[in-house]
């Protein structure tokens, strides 16, 4: 089994390691580089949990070789925060829109991508963004009210 060195960009840091053949994005992120907010679900792609940005496009890491990220950017949950919470976290937060907390990065990845992409999205769009990461916990309504109470917050700051 060769192993390939991969650098990349996580989260705003240089980051480097090697990886097997075939090892997935999730697994060389949560096990290479100690990035445990992505998570493992399904490893199908079927359920979200394992959603990351990469080069600013919301990707499922476990159907992705981890040598292909090798030179791109990638964000996770892990990287949202700063000196204080991002607002769509605070809106998770505050909305109780994260329950067991496990589909939780996943969305607000997904989230992201949606509001930079679309600082005043509708319901609908809010809906189609997240609509592929699974939640058995709260029933979606409240991660929808999250995100859109976040893009009010976003636009007001901006």
Do not use: W
Not at 6 to 19: D, I, K, M, Q, Y
Not at 80 to 91: C, F, M, N, V
């Amino acid at each position: 089994m060769a192993l390939k060195p991969v650098a990349l960009t996580l989260n705003g840091s240089e980051r480097a390691a090697f990886t097997e053949d075939g090892e997935n994005l999730l697994d060389f992120l949560r096990r290479r580089l100690g990035d445990l907010s992505p998570k493992f679900g399904c490893g199908q792609g079927a359920c979200g949990a394992c959603t990351v940005l990469l080069d600013g496009a919301p990707v499922l890491a476990c159907l992705i070789l981890a040598e292909t990220a090798a030179g791109r950017r990638i964000e996770t949950a892990a990287g949202l925060a700063g000196a204080a919470l991002h607002p769509l976290q605070r809106a998770f937060v505050e909305g109780f829109a994260a329950q067991c907390g496990y589909c939780t990065p996943g969305m607000l990845m997904a989230a992201v991508a949606l509001l930079r992409a679309n600082p005043r999205p509708t319901r609908e769009e809010v809906v189609a963004a997240i609509g592929g990461n699974l939640c058995r916990c709260t029933g979606y309504e409240p991660i929808i009210a999250a995100v859109l109470d976040a893009a009010g917050h976003m636009e007001r700051r901006a």
